[in-house]
Each structure stands twice: as C-alpha cells, then as structure tokens.
C-alpha cells in the first residue's frame, strides 16, 4: 500500500494558513477544523512551513499567553520531512515515528499535493490486517 492509497480514501485537502496569521487564529482553524496541523504554502503550493498543536502547546509554555499574538511566519516549522506518493504506508509510518511527528506533508514535483497523518496511516494499517484476517478465515473455511 502506498501513500497514494491514504489520500485516495482520504483526500487530498490541505488545510492551509497564511504565514501572516496569528496562532491565535491557527487555534481557532485547528478547533473548527478538528485537525492538528494547518500548512503555509507559497502561490505555486510550494511548503513554507507547517504549524501544529504541539509547536502551540510548546510556545505557550515557553511565551506564555503572548505567544498567541506571534505570527505563524516567525514560529512555524520549516524544516519539513516530506514523502512521495509513491512512498509505501511503513515508510511514512517509519518517518514519523523516527521525526516524532504526527503530519507528514505530501509533495509531487516540489508540490504540496496533500498530508498524512499518523492517524491515518495506523487507520489504515488496521484496515489492512482486517482485510488479511478475513482472507485468511475464507481461505480456511473454503479448505474444509
């Protein structure tokens, strides 16, 4: 299975922000939304950053409530690890737990074209081994 296979079933929306907006209003997005992490993409969808819940949580500890006023540009992740739709779901699965982070932007020639979640990755691992448990319960039974 491939990462092309998730955002099939999924989708391919990208909840986005613009590097100007306030966490504030990131916080806002996210609890409307009920998502963890919103994109900043440039004009061509290329990757900016990514803001997440847990770079809030972390600048609301380190700032305190007037980190609610910072900019997305000045606090959002950069460094971004991206993958391939091509990728295989264990090698996204793989990513994120070694990175220990939970959203894993989707490029196609340097272009955001959607975002994974780990959430979505175990969804669909689960539904992989139901698949295979079932198999193998006909394959049985039809031996009998």
Partial sequence: ?????????????????????????????????????????????????LISERDIVRL?????????SQSVGDVMTRQLVTIDEAATIDD?????????FRHLPVVRDGRCVGIISIGDVVKRRI???????EDLKTYIHAGV
Avoid at 92 to 100: D, E, I, S
Avoid at 127 to 133: L, T, W, Y
């Fill in 1 to 49: 299975m491939t990462v092309q296979t998730i955002l099939e079933a999924k989708g391919r929306d990208v909840a986005t922000v613009d590097p100007s907006h306030s966490l504030a209003e990131v916080i806002e997005h996210l609890h409307e939304r009920r998502i963890g992490a919103l994109i900043a993409l440039d004009a061509d969808n290329r990757l900016l950053g």
């Fill in 60 to 68: 609301l500890a380190e700032h305190g409530a007037k980190a609610l």
């Fill in 92 to 100: 996204a699965m793989g990513l994120m737990t070694r990175g220990r």
């Fill in 127 to 133: 539904e992989d081994a139901e698949r295979e448990a």
